[in-house]
């Protein structure tokens, strides 16, 4: 199979991309493929909180030239193999690059380098370079990137390696009308290129366990009883229906709508949910994207 690089990016923050690149990326390893998932949200890096890793080489230090891909990229895949439930599972390689949460790494990578304008174009070099190493290097499936919401330097840099970019709206707050301009602005300029958009509805409508709404801050998880339990009772509701209609407002074809679960939302370690509790609706909702076919292929 070649490598598909898919970019999560938005409009606005706090959407849902950082939660579901982690996720997808450790859903598609646990299911054999090699995978990478590069953290290229460079204004503020939040990798390393999900996996509780950091590193002592970072993605900042690769593109300034500082550093190799190796020296950069962490083997996180003895995590996924130990967190799947069946042991004779035979699962693949996750790679992470993360990048540097400190504040003078930001300010650099906000201020200084790639700012110049020859720079710019050395930047992008490294960037395309960066990919077709990883694709040598790592003989990965899938590139997974997270990206910085909306339309700075660097969230568009980093849509530049993708072959598909999810376009991530949390419902509730939506800019149907920035959306939209960004999806046909924006992503036209990549898509003339080949690559595909797709609208991801997150957070749609919301379900509440019963327990966790009383201490949202004490409850993280539930025991695999507790939650088969639970997700027999969730309501039904219509989160298809509502993408569909956006989707067409927005104009760009629906790959997911994932609804909202306040034990998600309050929980820590968000990442792993796709393999600690497998059961839970939304691993059953990554599953889904994991295994569509825009994901393997356009
Ligand atoms: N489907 C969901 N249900 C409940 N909570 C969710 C869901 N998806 C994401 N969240 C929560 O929403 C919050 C924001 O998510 P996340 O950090 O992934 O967004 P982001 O788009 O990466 O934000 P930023 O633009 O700041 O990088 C987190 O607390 C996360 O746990
Ligand atoms: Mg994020």
Redesign the pocket.
């Known amino acids: 199979m070649t490598t598909r690089s898919i970019a999560?990016h938005?409009y606005?923050?706090?959407?849902?991309?950082?939660?579901?690149?982690?996720n997808l990326a450790a859903k598609l390893a646990s299911e054999g493929y090699n995978v990478t998932l590069l953290d290229l949200?460079v204004y503020?890096p939040?990798l390393q909180v999900y996996f509780d890793y950091y590193p002592e080489t970072w993605l900042n230090d690769l593109l300034s030239g500082n550093a190799k891909l190796s020296e950069v990229m962490v083997d996180i895949s003895s995590t996924v193999s130990k967190l799947v439930a069946d042991p004779g599972k035979k699962t693949g390689k996750l790679w992470v690059g993360f990048s540097n949460p400190q504040k003078e790494e930001i300010y650099k990578m906000e201020g200084g380098i790639g700012k110049q304008k020859n720079d710019k174009i050395e930047f992008l070099r490294k960037f395309i370079q960066v990919r077709e190493e990883i694709i040598d290097r790592y003989d990965c499936d899938y590139i997974i990137v997270?990206t910085?919401?909306g339309v700075r330097y660097w969230s568009i840099n980093a849509l530049a390696l993708a072959d598909a970019i999810f376009l991530?709206l949390?419902f509730g707050d939506l800019d149907i009308e920035g959306t939209r301009k960004m999806a046909t602005d924006l992503y036209n300029s990549f898509t003339r290129f080949g690559a595909k958009s797709y609208l991801l509805l997150?957070?749609?409508a919301?379900y509440c366990v019963p327990e966790s709404s009383q201490a949202p801050h004490l409850h993280i998880h539930h025991d695999k009883q507790e939650m088969t339990r639970m997700i027999s009772s969730l309501p039904v509701t219509d989160e298809q229906e509502i993408g569909k209609t956006l989707s067409e407002q927005v104009g760009m074809d629906l790959i997911s709508a994932?609804?909202?679960?306040?034990?998600?939302?309050?929980?820590r370690k968000?990442f792993l949910t796709v393999l600690e509790h497998p059961e839970h609706p939304?691993a059953k909702?990554l599953e889904k994207l994991a295994m569509s076919q825009q994901i393997k292929s356009d």
């Open positions: 999560f938005s606005k923050g706090g959407t849902g991309k950082t939660t579901l690149a982690a949200d503020a939040s997270d910085s919401p991530t949390k997150n957070r749609v919301g994932v609804p909202c679960y306040c034990d998600i939302q309050f929980s968000e939304f909702q």
